[in-house]
């Protein structure tokens, strides 16, 4: 995958091992949740941070049936789902998650509910 290089991602920011595992395992897909890479992930990691500027977020997912993204939130240390497009103020949707392997969880169960 083509994920943000160090120069791309943030200062004191990498990848967690989990996310990287996941990834390597090729659990990319997770419908309706997509872990996103390439100009896909460029593009919205621009349209996050332009329509944010006072968040710092690392974007890595995007669901495919609505406008939200799974975000690192780097201030508050947790997984964010931030609804693009919204007022800002607006952006925070659903629950937060206190790490990746939690918001993989629920993406896990979402898939399920997805297929179902």
């Known amino acids: 995958m083509d994920l943000l290089t160090d120069?791309?991602?943030p200062a004191n920011f990498a990848y967690p091992p989990e996310f990287l595992r996941v990834v390597e395992l090729?659990?990319?897909r997770l419908e309706p949740w997509w872990i996103i890479d390439g100009t896909l992930l460029r593009t919205l990691v621009?349209?996050?941070v332009s329509a944010y500027p006072s968040r710092?977020?690392?974007l890595f997912?995007?669901?495919e049936d609505r406008d939200d993204v799974a975000c690192w939130d780097l201030?508050?240390?947790d997984v964010a789902v931030?609804?693009?497009g919204a007022a800002v103020g607006w952006e925070q949707r659903g629950p937060r998650f206190p790490d990746f392997n939690s918001w993989?969880?629920?993406a896990v169960k979402d898939l399920i509910e997805h297929g179902g």
Do not use: I, P, S
Request: hydrophobic share 45%.
């Open 61 to 63: 997912a995007k669901r």
């Open 104 to 106: 993989l969880l629920q």
């Open 7 to 9: 120069g791309e991602l």
């Open 82 to 84: 931030v609804h693009m």
């Open 56 to 58: 710092r977020l690392v």
């Open 26 to 28: 090729g659990l990319t």
């Open 46 to 48: 621009h349209g996050l």
């Open 75 to 77: 201030d508050l240390g």
